[in-house]
């Protein structure tokens, strides 16, 4: 009953990791702000690093499927420095 659990809880993880993305790639098509789209490419990424952990066995997953995590983070990470990095006067909308 533990395993059935636990794959329970994936697919939840995996469902708010979905709706994440979308919810970010709503308001990329309100303001075309490139923080959100890669914030909605992240959780995505995130949600199927949670997908292919609930049907890979936890021995098999050790090395290359969080590879798909940091790739997300990293997105995240480059998102961030992306917003906060000062821009020329001729690239702010009037």
């Known amino acids: 009953m533990n395993a059935k659990l636990n794959e329970f809880v994936l697919g939840l993880i ?9 919810f970010f790639l709503r308001f990329w ?3 075309h702000d490139r923080l959100f789209a890669i914030f ?3 959780f995505w ?10 049907f890979i066995s936890r021995d098999e997953a050790q090395s290359a499927i ?3 995590r940091l790739l ?9 420095i ?6 020329k006067p001729s690239d702010k909308l009037v």
Not at 14 to 22: K, R
């Open 82 to 87: 992306d917003k906060n990095r000062p821009r």
């Open 45 to 54: 990424l995130l949600g199927l690093n949670w997908l292919l952990l609930a």
């Open 29 to 31: 098509r309100k303001t």
């Open 66 to 68: 969080y590879v798909v």
């Open 14 to 22: 995996v469902m708010a990791c979905a709706v994440g993305g979308v």
């Open 72 to 80: 997300a983070f990293i997105l995240i990470l480059i998102g961030i």
């Open 40 to 42: 909605a490419i992240a």
